[in-house]
């Protein structure tokens, strides 16, 4: 198959799997690169259903209350509308694929934004009724792959935080966070309660320049929205300065809750030495030849190479308030440098996500503050462990209590 930069949105293949597979298969089945699969079970799992018809399969995830991921969908009843949990795998019949090719071919996609690709996958499918919903598939679980609860799985999902060696040393990790002057008294508190004693390197970037914190002023004016140019006076500064070199740059917003502790741990995985982009991954009109990027305010974590490179190309903003994660996305594609996704960063609220999504994932990082208590959100999910015996594991009970 022709490589393709929205390939990871899935419905731009569709085509291309119908050509290649459509008239030998039966199921075309879908899975993360952590999901186990138990091959005899999946196939007698499918086998219940008729590969003649139509069908949708996995295991499924609602909304329990309306969210601005998914731009206040069903806002009436949230939890009538499934979609699929990507980590337990999901399986579409070939009719059902044969029948998205051809509206593919006579009704392009839309050049619009890929937020929750599970949910915007099902919402195609089901296209406002006409198509078919998500059947759910008890076989299809999240458990571990260990788990007492996993006899009747044909698949399952290693749970775990991706370590590849030790993990990065703190002082290999610089963090900048973009602030401003209205959000210094309630924003920076918040962040010096929570994850800031995580980080050995710390600065807080603003339109003022307030000793007390202490905040440094880039000279850039501040911007309702978009932040481009303060974003990329962050980079400039952070390789040009003479004394401290670390091999990563982590930028947030300063309403994100992010585990330093994790993400050292997470990085062991990477070499600072490649150019590395690395958080959560959305995408803009990746139907009609667009681009992905990653989402600001889970976290943008770069590795100095991938920022000498960017600068080196002289990509910049078109406008102080242009969008930065968006304009990054396009320099780096420009460049032909891949975003790094992982799920683990996240772009809004715990509650803004399904409970048995969260269930089986350690995450990194959470933003914005609005209608929670963001102190007790970080204790309750990203704060480390107090002692090496309070696993993760423990953790994901203690959350599930409160």
């Avoid at 731009?12 to 119908?18: A, D, K, Y």
């Avoid at 949910?119 to 919903?133: F, R, T």
């Avoid at 390197?201 to 481009?228: K, M, Q, W």
């Amino acid at each position: 198959m022709d490589r393709q930069d929205g390939a990871w949105t899935i419905l731009p293949l569709m085509p291309e799997l119908s050509a290649f597979y459509g008239r030998n298969s039966s199921w075309i089945f879908f899975c993360e690169e952590d999901t186990r699969i138990h091959v005899e079970k999946l196939l007698e799992t499918l086998r219940r259903f008729d590969k003649s018809k139509e069908w949708f399969l996995g295991k499924a995830l609602y909304d329990e209350e309306s969210t601005i991921i998914h731009h206040y969908a069903f806002a009436e009843n949230p939890t009538a509308f499934k979609f699929p949990d990507f980590a337990a795998g999901w399986a579409l019949s070939i009719p059902l694929v044969n029948k998205l090719a051809n509206r593919l071919k006579s009704e392009p996609l839309k050049s619009d934004f890929t937020i929750d690709l599970k949910h915007e996958i099902a919402l195609y499918i089901w296209q406002k009724g006409n198509g078919p919903h998500l059947t759910p598939v008890p076989e299809f679980c999240t458990d571990e792959l260990n788990s007492h609860k996993g006899a009747h799985c044909a698949t399952m999902f290693s749970n775990f935080l991706p370590v590849c060696g030790d993990p990065v040393k703190k002082e290999d990790i610089f963090v900048a966070v973009k602030t401003c002057t209205k959000f210094h008294r309630d924003r920076i508190p918040i962040v010096k309660q929570t994850w800031e004693g995580e980080a050995a390197f710390v600065e807080y970037y603003s339109d003022y320049a307030e000793t007390s914190i202490p905040t440094i002023d880039l000279g850039v004016p501040n911007t309702e929205r978009g932040h481009c140019g303060k974003t990329f006076a962050i980079l400039e500064r952070f390789l040009n300065r003479s004394t401290l070199k670390t091999p990563w740059l982590v930028i947030v917003d300063d309403d994100t809750l992010i585990s330093i502790y994790r993400l050292r741990k997470l990085l062991s995985c990477y070499d600072p030495n490649e150019p590395v982009f690395l958080g959560e991954r959305y995408g803009y009109g990746l139907g009609t030849g667009g681009y992905s990027y990653i989402t600001g305010g889970g976290g943008m974590v770069f590795s100095r190479e991938a920022i000498q490179k960017l600068l080196a190309s002289k990509c910049q903003c078109y406008s102080n308030d242009a969008p930065d994660d968006m304009v990054l996305g396009m320099c780096f594609s420009g460049l032909g440098i891949p975003i790094t996704h992982s799920p683990l960063f996240h772009q809004a609220r715990p509650m803004d996500y399904p409970k048995d999504y969260l269930a089986h994932q350690i995450p990194i990082s959470f933003h914005k503050h609005w209608n929670i208590d963001p102190v007790k959100v970080y204790f309750t999910w990203l704060a480390p462990e107090m002692e090496d015996s309070f696993t993760e594991k423990n953790q994901r009970h203690v959350r599930e209590d409160l």
